[in-house]
């Protein structure tokens, strides 16, 4: 008897195993279902984009030539992919990352190395100065984000000693910013789905966004970027095909969830009002939301006709914001006009052009030049030529 009750408990277990397996599915496809259906109704609400309406207003593009933006700098001196850089807010120094397990610290006026950091870890992803310029911040595959004081003396093998470890992520380091005016508090985003705003004096996590919460993203968050229009909200870009934007003051719940992309969101960047962030991702396209509404306001699409669009890796806004800086995995750098959505200038057509991705850009503080990093090892300073002003 008791042999008989064990087997038809086992059944009965069987089966509710089965039942939520169906209900699991039926969910799943009910969420999709829901989510179509939000879609089209966004649809129908957005009855126009900014390039639609600002061609009926008679707006013309930017006129960019090929000598408008030129190469002035080659910044020669790892020996592996750079894979991210940060200018400091004075614009003279830029701090790069790359694959051959260095940070560099270079001037940008001479091009001359200032440091040069051999990390704990070579499998370096991010770098970021502070705001005041004295220490740079660094994460990657051993899920730690390590902090240097560019003062601090050398040992006896002329290395940089870490300074600051912050260590609570359970995945990769895959993007670090500090706060504006701030050296004391940074964000970091990880491959464990979530992001932490870290005080650096303590070395301790101040708050966790995402994870256990429901709000928070379902993989891997590849990028952030914090308003400096308002240093308490930051965005974040992850491979759930998602954005979300976050009060640091309310770490249990994003504030908004962004859908539209078709792939992984790999870079995030604020518009210069602090009330737009643009996106660039893996399914090839950049696209421009609004953070108070949550609508999509612009797709930024370059259509190639059979062959496949390459990944957007990395973007960067313009002072004004009309111009954004796009790189792509093939190593076109497109300079997008904003307003009209249209290509004005390819960067990676010109002379002088990287041999590799653009895997990373940034603009100076003043907006007067730009900086690309590649896979072709070298990083390249651009400044607006002639009598091109800064835009």
């Not at 966790?208 to 400096?228: A, N, P, R």
Request: hydrophobic share 35%; charged share 20%.
């Amino acid at each position: 008897m008791a042999a008989v009750a064990a087997t038809a408990e086992e059944k009965k277990e069987k089966m509710s195993v089965t039942e939520l397996k169906e209900r699991h599915v039926a969910a799943i496809e009910q969420v999709n279902s829901l989510r179509e259906q939000l879609k089209q109704r966004r649809r129908l609400l957005l009855d126009t984009d900014v390039a639609s309406f600002a061609a009926a207003q008679g707006k013309k593009a930017v006129s960019f030539g090929q000598t408008d933006l030129v190469c002035c700098r080659t910044l020669q001196g790892h020996t592996g992919k750079v894979y991210s850089l940060d200018w400091t807010p004075d614009k003279n120094r830029i701090v790069s990352a790359s694959q051959d397990g260095r940070l560099i610290v270079w001037n940008a006026l001479t091009s001359q190395k200032t440091h040069a950091i051999k990390l704990p870890c070579a499998w370096v992803m991010t770098c970021a100065f502070s705001p005041s310029g004295q220490t740079v911040a660094c994460g990657g595959l051993d899920s730690v984000c390590s902090i240097f004081n560019l003062n601090s003396t050398t040992d006896r093998d002329g290395n940089l000693p870490v300074s600051k470890t912050l260590s609570g992520h359970k995945g990769y380091v895959s993007c670090c910013q500090y706060i504006p005016d701030e050296d004391t508090h940074l964000i970091t985003s990880s491959g464990d789905q979530t992001c932490i705003l870290w005080d650096t004096t303590t070395g301790l996590r101040t708050s966790v966004f995402g994870g256990e919460f429901q709000s928070g993203h379902t993989s891997d968050v590849l990028s952030i970027s914090i308003s400096k229009a308002n240093s308490k909200m930051f965005v974040s870009g992850s491979c759930d095909s998602t954005a979300r934007l976050w009060d640091t003051r309310v770490a249990s719940r994003a504030v908004r969830t962004f859908y539209g992309h078709e792939g992984d969101v790999n870079t995030v960047k604020f518009f210069p009002d602090g009330n737009r962030f643009g996106t660039g991702s893996e399914d090839g396209t950049c696209r421009l939301f609004d953070i108070r509404t949550g609508h999509q306001l612009q797709v930024y699409y370059e259509p190639r006709g059979e062959n496949e669009v390459p990944p957007v890796k990395t973007i960067a806004f313009s002072v004004s914001g009309r111009l954004l800086f796009a790189g792509y995995s093939n190593g076109d750098c497109y300079v997008w006009d904003t307003l009209l959505a249209e290509v004005v200038l390819n960067l990676g057509s010109l002379q002088n052009s990287h041999g590799g991705r653009i895997s990373c850009l940034g603009l100076s503080a003043d907006g007067s030049a730009l900086c690309t990093g590649s896979w072709d090892t070298n990083l390249k300073i651009w400044a607006f030529g002639g009598h091109r002003r800064v835009i």
